[in-house]
């Protein structure tokens, strides 16, 4: 439904188009009528992505933060193109119409046009965020470096709006157009600002989370133990995650994602790290009653969106056992749990775990160790199906790192389980 009304939109972006272009001839009319479609479906597109990043509710639950992380990346990757397009076929189809050569015509533009050269800038500032969101260089840089560089994009969305309605032909011509664009653009601007700022605020000002308490549960892992008022105000589900901003000296100017490891309580959430960078390794030294910013409840790997009342299989690997854990003391009808860790000192909550499966009658398979030891891999589709007797009648949940999570989803299917069962999150956007 998102991905029909995104397109619904850009149907109706091309329909502005062709409703303000009376008609188009010769090569440099199609060139800078192309150029034009381009640039309207990039101001457009721009908006989607803002959008998809900007908290919603419906879509945080619906699809999830990694599905919208994705879809973000992928969208990214259009808009920019489309954006570079867009630059060169205008400056081609105007040096063409005018007789002159690109040269002269992109100093005419950059001159004598209203604020094309701030939107020239805009451009060039998406384009660095997207070649600095490249995987390959993505990898070399930290991920806060990558984030900050990625608020330029706002910068560049608010340097390139006026070339629009000072330009556009679509917008020179028509009040409606005009309104209906800037109503398009306050809307995301309300909805960010909402979602993303006075939410949170709201939410710290009503439940005044603070930490509680620390427990070690292995080697770099450690839960951290959250009290605050009115908890159950927040319809958190066993399976979802927040993004915790803690308030000290260190920390505060960063929010991270981490799933909760139990089920909600009335004043107490808990969820489990491990540490693997400057962040989850600092969280160790948190002290009681250190005041935190909780943004959520975010994600769709919950049994309340996607559960059915029929058995379920839950695939952990590593640290992606944290909503597992929620999900397996809660989750109604059978349950088998497959937990997946390099080493035995990686399994956590192992006493937790057998108990709950005691408790409800549930089974749970440890697969510990190197692929070797297991003959080949533990999660192929012929292992799941033989220690989950029935697998392609159930539902089934997956977390773990990106790599993991994929060949999990993909064995899966291989397994006959239908791809609409499968739920499943990465830790990682
Ligand atoms: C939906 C979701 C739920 C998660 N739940 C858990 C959990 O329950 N327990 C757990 O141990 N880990 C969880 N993670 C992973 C956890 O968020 C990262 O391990 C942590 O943010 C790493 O930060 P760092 O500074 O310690 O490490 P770094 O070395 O700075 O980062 C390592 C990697 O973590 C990711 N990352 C770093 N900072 C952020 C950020 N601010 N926001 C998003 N991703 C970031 C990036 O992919 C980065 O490459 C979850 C991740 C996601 C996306």
Same mark, same amino acid.
């Given at each position: 439904?998102?991905?029909?009304?995104?397109?619904?939109?850009?149907?109706?972006?091309?329909? =502005?188009?062709?409703?303000?272009? #009376?008609?188009?001839?010769?090569?440099?009319?199609?060139?800078?009528?192309?150029?034009?479609?381009?640039?309207?479906?990039?101001?457009? *597109?721009?908006? !989607?992505?803002?959008? =998809?990043?900007?908290?919603?509710?419906?879509?945080?639950?619906?699809?999830?933060?990694?599905?919208?992380?994705?879809?973000?990346?992928?969208?990214?990757?259009?808009?920019?193109?489309?954006?570079?397009?867009?630059?060169?076929?205008?400056?081609?189809?105007?040096?063409?119409?005018?007789?002159?050569?690109?040269?002269?015509?992109?100093?005419?533009?950059?001159?004598?046009? #209203?604020?094309?050269?701030?939107?020239?800038?805009?451009?060039?500032?998406?384009?660095?965020?997207?070649?600095?969101?490249?995987?390959?260089?993505?990898?070399? !840089?930290?991920?806060?470096?990558?984030?900050?560089?990625?608020?330029?994009?706002?910068?560049?969305?608010?340097?390139?709006?006026?070339?629009?309605?000072?330009?556009?032909?679509?917008?020179?011509?028509?009040?409606?157009?005009?309104?209906?664009?800037?109503?398009?653009? =306050?809307?995301?601007?309300?909805?960010?600002?909402?979602?993303?700022?006075?939410?949170?605020?709201?939410?710290?000002?009503?439940?005044?989370?603070?930490?509680?308490?620390?427990?070690?549960?292995?080697?770099?892992?450690?839960?951290?133990?959250? *009290?605050?008022?009115?908890?159950?105000?927040?319809?958190? +589900?066993? *399976?979802?995650?927040?993004?915790?901003?803690?308030?000290?000296?260190?920390?505060?100017?960063?929010?991270?994602?981490?799933?909760?490891?139990?089920?909600?309580?009335?004043?107490?959430?808990?969820?489990?790290?491990?540490?693997?960078?400057?962040?989850?390794?600092?969280?160790?030294?948190?002290?009681?009653?250190?005041?935190?910013?909780?943004?959520?409840?975010?994600?769709?790997?919950?049994?309340?969106?996607? &559960?059915?009342?029929?058995?379920?299989?839950?695939?952990?690997?590593?640290?992606?056992?944290? #909503?597992?854990?929620?999900?397996?003391?809660?989750?109604?009808?059978?349950?088998?749990?497959?937990?997946?860790?390099?080493?035995?000192?990686?399994?956590?909550?192992? +006493?937790?775990?057998?108990?709950?499966?005691?408790?409800?009658?549930?089974? !749970?398979?440890?697969?510990?160790?190197?692929?070797?030891?297991?003959?080949?891999?533990?999660?192929?589709?012929?292992?799941?199906?033989?220690? !989950? #007797?029935?697998?392609?009648?159930?539902?089934?949940?997956?977390?773990?790192?990106? &790599?993991?999570?994929?060949?999990?989803?993909?064995?899966?299917?291989?397994?006959?389980?239908?791809?609409?069962?499968?739920?499943? +999150?990465?830790?990682?956007?």
């Amino acid at each position: 439904m998102v991905l029909g009304i995104i397109a619904a939109g850009a149907i109706a972006v091309i329909a =502005l188009w062709w409703h303000s272009t #009376p008609d188009v001839s010769g090569l440099g009319g199609w060139l800078t009528g192309a150029g034009e479609v381009l640039g309207l479906l990039a101001g457009y *597109g721009v908006v !989607v992505l803002v959008a =998809l990043m900007a908290r919603l509710p419906p879509l945080e639950r619906g699809l999830g933060g990694d599905q919208l992380a994705r879809w973000h990346a992928m969208g990214g990757r259009y808009v920019v193109s489309v954006v570079c397009a867009h630059g060169l076929l205008i400056l081609w189809g105007y040096a063409v119409e005018a007789h002159t050569s690109v040269v002269s015509e992109t100093a005419t533009l950059l001159t004598q046009y #209203p604020d094309v050269l701030m939107a020239t800038a805009a451009g060039f500032l998406l384009l660095g965020v997207g070649i600095v969101s490249m995987r390959a260089a993505r990898r070399r !840089v930290r991920y806060e470096t990558w984030y900050y560089l990625h608020l330029y994009t706002y910068l560049a969305i608010a340097l390139a709006f006026s070339h629009q309605f000072a330009d556009g032909a679509a917008f020179t011509s028509s009040l409606a157009a005009r309104f209906w664009w800037s109503a398009m653009y =306050l809307t995301v601007l309300v909805l960010v600002l909402w979602y993303r700022v006075a939410v949170p605020l709201r939410a710290y000002m009503r439940h005044r989370f603070t930490v509680t308490g620390i427990k070690a549960e292995g080697p770099g892992v450690i839960s951290v133990y959250i *009290g605050g008022s009115r908890l159950s105000e927040l319809n958190a +589900e066993p *399976g979802q995650y927040f993004r915790w901003r803690f308030l000290t000296r260190s920390l505060w100017w960063s929010s991270h994602p981490y799933s909760l490891s139990a089920a909600p309580g009335q004043d107490l959430l808990r969820i489990t790290v491990k540490d693997i960078g400057d962040h989850s390794r600092a969280l160790s030294r948190l002290r009681p009653g250190t005041r935190v910013f909780a943004e959520g409840p975010y994600g769709a790997l919950t049994p309340a969106t996607s &559960g059915s009342g029929r058995a379920a299989v839950l695939v952990a690997g590593g640290v992606g056992i944290t #909503p597992l854990r929620a999900i397996f003391a809660t989750l109604p009808g059978p349950v088998t749990l497959i937990y997946r860790a390099s080493r035995a000192q990686d399994v956590v909550f192992r +006493e937790e775990l057998d108990a709950i499966a005691a408790a409800r009658g549930a089974t !749970v398979h440890y697969l510990i160790g190197p692929r070797d030891g297991f003959g080949g891999d533990p999660l192929s589709p012929r292992s799941l199906r033989t220690l !989950v #007797p029935g697998l392609d009648e159930q539902d089934a949940y997956v977390c773990g790192p990106p &790599g993991m999570t994929a060949a999990a989803v993909r064995a899966l299917r291989a397994a006959g389980v239908p791809r609409a069962r499968i739920h499943f +999150e990465s830790f990682e956007f």
